[in-house]
């Protein structure tokens, strides 16, 4: 069964860093897209970034571009989203997703699994 386990949220003062990692279990990457996604509180979940399995490339919102990197570790099987210069209104629980259908990252992309969310609260 495959499990995503999400870490690394916490309260960090504006202009500060987090990062958060997303280990997976059970699961050789050979063919998959990897996403983090955000929800504050009475707001839709939203896209943040996107790593694409096919050509290893990267993907961001416009929101957290020049700000937020997301990486990926093969022979760990950990995504990571490393974020700087965070903002108060990056506050929200971030969320892994994993697709094992989709090998590019797209608006279409189907996720499979998802992890339980980490709180990221960015405060003075």
């Known amino acids: 069964q495959l499990q995503l386990v999400e870490s690394g949220g916490g309260l960090v003062q504006p202009g500060g860093s987090l990062r958060l990692s997303c280990a997976a279990s059970?699961?050789?990457?050979?063919?998959?897209?990897i996403g983090w996604f955000r929800q504050a509180p009475g707001k839709e979940r939203e896209g943040v970034s996107c790593f694409s399995g096919g050509d290893k490339s990267a993907h961001y919102a416009d929101s957290v571009k020049g700000r937020f990197t997301i990486s990926m570790d093969n022979a760990k099987k950990t995504a990571y989203l490393q974020m700087n210069g965070l903002k108060p209104e990056d506050t929200a629980i971030y969320y892994c997703a994993l697709s094992r259908s989709y090998n590019y990252c797209s608006n279409y992309v189907e996720y499979d699994y998802w992890g339980q969310g980490t709180q990221v609260t960015v405060s003075s």
């Open positions: 059970g699961f050789f990457l050979d063919y998959y897209v």
